[in-house]
């Protein structure tokens, strides 16, 4: 019998201990409960607002000082996303295709691209052409934002940077593709 008022005593003591210390609840998604440093303070404690009391599953044994609160685990986290999407459109927006219509002249100072929307949805594209000379060597290369409607295709001018500079252009290059800006 003096065995087991020991035992009840310092079951009883565990429990507190391990009460105190974890503030009622395991503090997952409370407040720091320091609030001498101007932050306000609170948090943890039966007092919690978010804490569903009649749901939950604690377990707490002498001895071993076993103690697990199940009521945090009731929050769904209704911040992260799923099914892959997310906030961001661009994620699922495909890049245009690019093709080069016509090249810079000694009459025109620009290269003329058809720019293919593959989107339901019209958005700006990043246009880029390389303008290169007889040698492969890049002359100029300039990039052009420009608006296309959904599934619809726009012939965009892209210029060269300065006047002069289509006499020692000897062919255009354009990237395939071009990214959503």
Known sequence: MHLRGRGLKFTAVAALVVLSLTGFSS?????????????????????????????????????????????????????????????????SVRDARVELVSCVTEADDYATVEVTNPNSHGYYFTVTVRFLDA???????????????????????VPVSRPGLEARIDRCAPDPYAPVE
């Open 27 to 91: 503090g997952r998604g409370h407040g720091s409960g320091r609030g001498g440093d101007g932050d306000g303070g609170g948090g943890g404690g039966c007092s919690s607002s978010s804490q569903d009391h009649d749901s939950s599953s604690s377990t707490m044994s002498g001895g071993g000082g076993t103690y697990r609160d199940h009521d945090d685990d009731d929050h769904d986290d209704t911040g992260s996303s799923s099914g892959g999407s997310s906030g961001s459109t661009s994620a």
């Open 135 to 157: 040698g492969s060597g890049q002359v100029d290369v300039r990039s052009v934002d420009e608006f296309v409607a959904g599934n619809d295709a726009a012939k965009v001018r």
